[in-house]
């Protein structure tokens, strides 16, 4: 998967506050959420940006609420990834689980402006400033993720476990039949 | 033989049928509480629908569904969310389901009803579930796709995060508080300072801190990044489980010999009751520095400050005071149980003869939904845990977290001032 866009730059501890206020946290439609996406940090983000742009920010991106719709309305507003030093745990699970591309690149941050025009090769983690002419290496997932991902997320890993688990109960009730 | 752990790696240990686990290991946990809210529970409920293979929940004994953050139902959208949960609620025979008016702010509730205890695995559709720590349990807040997956299957993949030991030491002066520890240590080590981690509390200074303070403290480990905050097992807790009829826990106990990220030591015997101002919780001050910080509004309760024993700093400030006339005051106790105390103590008095409102169970205003929302420039000092940019309402509005000594005392004088600096309350 190639992601392809302009970086939206900000800062450190961008929280899920701003990325997505209370307010509107009892909305569930991704469209809906996507044109408030990053109100209270940037009124204008909405405005400005385009389908497959990127955001790229500083350490702890996601910081705060566990709020899924956080990950929902950036996807709504049409954002294709977010490059970062790095991000708040419970948001990068939440991406990981709603399908948001994620990049922690510390180096690729510092090597990138606001309004920089951004490939990502999201399979190989390689993050590419087209405005400089200069890649990065994103850190890799662990393993575990890795799967989790190319299985097609969590509920489908869900799945895999239950069928798993039946298929357990059914072999001890067939060890205790057969004894 | 197994390598010597932290508290956290004991519990997770135990929850993944291995001898023992090292930070950075990838493991599937076994769960013994699921807890969602009516915003994160119509999302997850949404997901579950879409589980092959998963018609019923795992189990409906180890599930707790409850409404507090827009509710009693600020509108439309959010009664569409309530009803949502309430109808899965009954679809699935969830056993505890609490409806507003039974139950009030789920990190409230869950523990004062005896569903928490030491050594349990439990996860929350809310950052703030980190509060059980305080009572000895694994407790991590996460997203509603989480949330689903649980509850199809009872378990959740976890990567086991480095533990950070927290000693606090030293005799705490008067109106020190949990709150008071915890922003100290958000202070020292900053808003990412324990990210992905889990923080283990230590020390003399929480030796005869109340499981209140604890579950302050646990509850606020999120807003240093970690994964979970955690508290020793003591006589404290152990009467805490006691009193509200919490048995069959298992107790753990960190080796002497586990390893820790890092260990931050704080001296607490000179700390003074804090304040953090706006936009992140680590950007704390002593409040008798605060002074010419005029208020608008100050909010006491929520599942940082909403139990009795917040209830009853507060009164023993407002009693025979009245608030600032500039001032709304809104005290929310924090469940049901607590709300009903705070009438038959007679603090429900205090704070109405004082000028306050006193509001049913909310989590309301701390995410600017509803009983308390700041308007354009408007500054609310509030024994909440989060004061990001229009955390409770304008984004030009500012909120100044603290305890509730320091919230009552600045709602009296109208600016944020410690108890010290208040003049005597008037005879009554």
């Not at chain 2, 927290?166 to 202070?187: P, S």
């Not at chain 2, 100044?400 to 005879?427: C, D, K, M, R």
Request: aromatic share 6%; charged share 20%; glycine share 10%.
């Amino acid at each position: 998967m190639i992601l392809k866009g302009t970086a939206h730059k900000y800062g450190k501890n961008v929280d899920t506050d701003v990325i997505i206020p209370g307010r509107y946290c009892n909305l569930i439609d991704p469209v809906e959420l996507g044109k408030h996406a990053l109100e209270d940090l940037d009124a204008n983000f909405v405005k400005k940006a385009k389908a497959g742009d990127l955001i790229v920010a500083d350490t702890n991106f996601g910081c705060g609420s566990s709020r899924e719709v956080a990950a929902v309305a950036l996807k709504g507003a049409g954002v294709s990834g977010v490059v970062a030093k790095s991000f708040a745990r419970i948001f990068y699970r939440n991406c990981i689980n709603t399908g948001l591309p994620i990049f922690e690149c510390p180096e690729g941050v510092d090597g990138i402006n606001d309004g920089d025009a951004i490939t990502v090769d999201a399979d190989n983690g390689v993050i590419t400033n087209e405005t400089t002419g200069k890649s990065f290496k994103a850190t890799q997932f662990p393993k575990f993720m890795q799967d989790l991902i190319a299985k097609g997320g969590l509920l489908r890993y869900a799945e895999q476990r239950l069928a798993e688990k039946k298929a357990a109960k059914e072999g001890a009730m067939h060890d205790r039949a057969a004894t | 033989m197994a390598r010597p752990m932290t508290l956290t790696e004991k519990i997770l240990a135990a929850h993944s049928g291995k001898a023992d686990v090292a930070p950075g290991d990838i493991i599937s946990i076994d769960l013994d509480l699921v807890m969602a809210n009516e915003l994160s529970a119509a999302v997850a409920i949404t997901e579950f629908r879409k589980i092959k293979g998963a018609t019923k929940v795992w189990d409906p004994d180890k599930i707790a569904l409850v409404p507090s953050h827009f509710t009693p139902n600020k509108d439309i959208a959010t009664a569409t969310l309530s009803t949502m949960m309430r109808d899965f609620a009954k679809e699935q025979h969830i056993t505890h389901y609490f409806e507003v008016g039974r139950g009030g702010i789920e990190h409230v509730v869950l523990p004062e009803n005896g569903f928490v205890g030491p050594g349990m695995t439990i996860i929350g559709g809310d950052s703030h579930t980190t509060t059980y720590g305080g009572l000895g349990a694994f407790a991590t807040g996460v997203g509603s796709t989480d949330i689903a997956a649980a509850f199809a299957t009872g378990e959740m993949w976890v990567r086991v995060p480095p533990s950070i030991k927290i000693i606090l030491e030293g005799g705490l002066r008067k109106y020190v508080q949990g709150k008071d520890l915890i922003l100290t240590t958000i202070g020292r080590i900053g808003v990412d300072g324990a990210i992905y981690g889990a923080m283990e509390f230590a020390g003399s200074a929480i030796k005869d801190l109340p499981i209140s303070g604890r579950f302050t403290m646990a509850n606020m480990s999120i807003e240093a990044g970690a994964k979970n905050g955690i508290f020793p097992v003591d006589a404290i807790a152990e009467a805490y489980c006691a009193a509200v009829g919490k048995k069959d826990y298992t107790v753990y106990h960190a080796d002497k010999d586990a390893e820790y990220q890092s260990v931050v030591t704080i001296d607490c015997s000179k700390i003074e009751p804090q304040v953090a101002l706006p936009w992140l919780p680590e950007n704390t001050k002593n409040a008798s520095d605060l002074n010419e910080i005029t208020i608008h509004q100050a909010v006491i309760g929520t599942c940082t400050n909403g139990r009795i024993e917040d209830m009853r700093q507060a009164a023993e400030i407002l009693k025979g005071r009245k608030v600032h006339p500039d001032v709304r005051a809104i005290v929310i106790p924090g469940s049901q149980k607590v709300y009903k105390q705070c009438v038959t103590e007679g603090l429900a008095e205090i704070f109405i003869d004082a000028g306050c409102v006193v509001s049913t169970p909310t989590c309301g205003p701390c995410v600017g939904g509803h009983m308390g929302v700041l308007s354009e420039g408007e500054r609310c000092i509030s024994t909440t845990n989060r004061n990001f940019k229009g955390r409770m309402g304008h984004v030009k509005s500012e909120v100044y977290l603290t305890g509730p000594y320091v919230a009552a005392a600045s709602a009296v004088a109208g600016h944020i001032a410690n108890p010290e600096q208040l003049g005597a309350p008037v005879a009554v």
